[in-house]
């Protein structure tokens, strides 16, 4: 082992301890540590590339725009949802455990396998939007009203959050019903009584205890918990089919 | 090599099969909702509302079945209040005074956000449930130990 | 440029219609209630009696349980109780994940002892009333 990560903690450096896991490894999963050198500024982000770049070249993680505005590094640091490329390490102490998310299976070391996320969303959930601000875009209150849900990164960090999730695989969770919300607030020709329905199911809306911890961990602000109650009023307020 | 008429490259099928999933919560995946770490007020509110539900469901038996002495007559239930009046049990009274009103206060929070009826005030509802819960409970310890 | 389908209202009800909802309604619904209820049952019972720790020796008991409208608010009071509990406890289950016959299973099973609860405090009760 290097001398290096022998070291005690100094005031310029942390350490830092990576949940590992290779596929096929009967080794399993385990921790490293590493002492990381860091400055007034550091992201988390910047910290794990280095371990990648100066201790260890197998060390697997994610990332992309390095502003939050991807989704791409979501992962728990010291226990709590983030997004890497911006979380500053001088935010989580002097010794810092880094995971990958939590309710989603695990590809390698901290890459989660998103299909998993992907996979809940409901059926008529458009991954891709062909523009982000149509001159004829049907919300009734404007678009200001749905632009913030437009800043949702499908991260993960809110199923990862959820308790309902770490007790349960069969909850869709709460990225899957705020995108339904989204859909509700402005439909784009899909199918309102579907979604609707989909959410009222066994594993729906109904499977949410109000912790609101993912709204809570958002980093997009798409307040996911607030849709999720919007939807469950929805569905108490439409009696019998007659509505309103 | 399995012969599918297609070549494996080495180490597909582990590839292939579905990775661990990391659950929050002490031992098996079904406890995740009571793992207090890592979470804030609501995760917390909700994982206390379920333990005091569930404590309160076993004092419901417990109460139906201490009230059943009441069946064998005035002696036997005379001599259980000497018990029942021991500094203990009026501590467990308290205890249990506490769980009724969290899970009672806590309940409105949860019955009007859940309902969508104010999606946005679930702090705002948790502390105004503790300001009167925390009144109410310490009248009540105040006149539990006789002082009332 | 997509275009809102004009769909037809359903016919059947939704909101109430779907069990979820309706299970949400009953339990809020006894929540309520129990406010009430055990507000009541507590302040009749401990903080009206003069003895120590509020408990009744057993002539005072029957005295209150001879009086009708009490045994009127215990008895809704044992019903309500008892639905909210198996709802919760329902609720708790349910997160097990056990698939579709495990959960009609467990809605059989709490049934069967909410109704037994009931039964078991309501004979209780009238025996109490009886002697008073």
Redesign the interface.
């Known amino acids: 082992m290097d001398a290096m990560d022998a070291q005690q903690v100094t005031a310029d450096t942390r350490r830092f301890r990576i949940f590992r896991y290779k596929r096929g490894d009967e080794g399993g999963k385990h921790f490293d540590e590493f002492v990381v050198p860091v400055g007034p500024r550091t992201t988390l982000l910047e910290a794990l590339l280095w371990i990648q770049l100066h201790r260890d070249r197998s060390l697997a993680l994610r990332h992309s725009c390095l502003h939050a505005s991807c989704g791409t590094c979501g992962l728990l640091a010291n226990g709590r949802e983030a997004l890497a490329c911006v979380t500053p390490v001088s935010d989580l102490g002097d010794e810092i455990t880094v995971e990958p998310l939590a309710n989603i299976p695990v590809l390698t070391d901290l890459v989660s396998d998103m299909g998993a996320f992907y996979a809940r969303l409901p059926d008529r959930h458009p991954f891709l939007r062909a523009s982000e601000f149509?001159p004829?875009a049907?919300s009734p209150e404007g678009l200001s009203e749905y632009v913030r849900f437009e800043d949702c990164l499908e991260c993960g960090l809110c199923l990862s959050a959820c308790p309902?999730a770490s007790?349960?695989?069969?909850y869709v969770g709460p990225g899957a019903l705020t995108a339904a919300h989204r859909l509700l607030e402005d439909?784009?020709?899909a199918?309102?009584?579907a979604l609707?329905?989909w959410a009222?199911?066994?594993n729906?809306a109904?499977?949410c205890?109000a912790a609101y911890e993912c709204t809570e961990v958002c980093p997009a602000g798409a307040d996911p918990a607030g849709r999720i109650m919007a939807i469950?009023g929805?569905?108490?307020?439409?009696?019998?089919?007659?509505?309103r | 090599m399995s012969g599918t008429g297609v070549t494996e490259l080495p180490g597909a099928r582990e590839r292939a099969a579905p990775g661990p999933v990391l659950h929050k919560g002490i031992g098996p995946a079904?406890s995740g909702?009571l793992d207090p770490r890592g979470r804030s007020l609501g995760g917390r509110a909700f994982a206390l509302n379920?333990v005091t539900?569930?404590a309160?469901?076993l004092y419901?038996?417990l109460h139906?079945g201490v009230?059943?002495i009441?069946?064998f007559?005035?002696s036997a239930?005379?001599d259980l209040?000497g018990v029942?009046?021991s500094t203990a049990?009026?501590g467990l009274?308290v205890v249990l005074l506490f769980g009724?009103l969290f899970h009672?206060l806590n309940?409105?929070r949860v019955?009007l956000v859940?309902?969508g009826v104010a999606p946005d005030r679930q702090r705002v509802l948790f502390w105004a449930g503790a300001a009167v819960g925390g009144v109410v409970l310490a009248y009540g310890a105040f006149?539990?130990f006789?002082a009332? | 440029?997509?275009?809102?389908?004009i769909?037809p209202?359903?016919?059947?009800?939704?909101?109430?219609?779907?069990?979820?909802?309706r299970?949400?309604?009953w339990t809020?619904g006894t929540?309520?209630a129990?406010?009430v209820l055990?507000t009541v049952h507590?302040v009749a019972h401990?903080?009206v009696v003069d003895?120590?720790?509020?408990?009744r020796?057993?002539?005072q008991?029957l005295d209150y349980v001879g009086n009708p409208l009490i045994l009127a608010i215990e008895a809704l009071l044992l019903l309500t109780?008892?639905i909210h509990?198996m709802l919760?406890?329902r609720?708790?289950l349910?997160?097990?994940?056990w698939g579709?016959r495990a959960?009609r299973l467990v809605d059989a099973g709490l049934w069967l002892l909410g109704v037994l609860?009931v039964l078991?405090?309501y004979v209780?009760l009238a025996?109490?009333a009886w002697r008073a």
Request: net charge neutral; glycine share 14%.
């Open positions: 149509l004829d049907d309902v007790t349960s695989r069969d439909r784009r020709g199918d309102e009584q609707l329905d009222a199911g066994p729906g109904w499977r205890h469950r929805e569905l108490l307020r439409r009696r019998n089919g007659s509505e | 079904p909702w379920r539900g569930l309160l469901v419901l038996y139906l009230l059943s009441l069946l007559g005035a239930w005379d209040l029942a009046t049990f009026l009274d009724l009672g309940g409105i019955g859940g309902s006149h539990v006789g009332g | 440029m997509s275009v809102l389908e769909r209202r359903p016919e059947r009800a939704r909101g109430y219609g779907t069990r979820s909802a299970v949400w309604w809020v929540g309520i129990l406010l055990v507590m401990h903080f003895e120590a720790g509020g408990l020796t057993y002539d008991v109780v008892t509990a919760g406890v609720s708790v349910l997160d097990f994940d579709p959960r609860t078991y405090g209780l025996v109490l």
